[in-house]
């Protein structure tokens, strides 16, 4: 099992990223998929999550309107488009993977992208 994000890096405000999330070795169009975040000193949480066909969708307050999570089963794989950037959006984003059925903690993490937002 592998869940590999990509996409992250160094952009100033204002500017825009897209995060992908590549995943292998797990039915993944069966998973929910999330989007978190851990910036220096600051607990994880929650930016963004979809349902495992990708008809609902959930953000946090302080990225709405500017982030939007989406997914290609086909392609195993969910992104995170983050448009508007801030200096506070400045953290390590991880994608999970969480078996539908199931509610709880996610079953699989990525290995994490920095993203910085900084002029």
């Known amino acids: 099992v592998a869940l590999v994000e990509s996409g992250g890096g160094l952009v100033q405000p204002g500017g825009s990223l897209r995060l992908s999330c590549a995943a292998s070795?797990?039915?993944?169009?069966?998973?929910?998929m999330t989007w978190f975040r851990q910036a220096p000193g600051k607990e994880r949480e929650l930016v963004a999550d979809i349902t495992h066909g990708g008809g609902r969708t959930n953000y946090a307050d302080s990225v709405k309107g500017r982030f939007t999570i989406s997914r290609d089963n086909a392609k195993n794989t969910v992104y995170l488009q983050m448009n508007s950037l801030k200096p506070e959006d400045t953290a390590v984003y991880y994608c999970?993977?969480?078996?539908?059925?199931?509610?709880?903690?996610?079953?699989?993490w990525g290995q994490g992208t920095q993203v910085t937002v900084s002029s």
């Open positions: 999970s993977a969480r078996w539908a059925p199931r509610v709880g903690a996610p079953d699989y």
């Open positions: 070795g797990f039915t993944f169009s069966a998973y929910a």
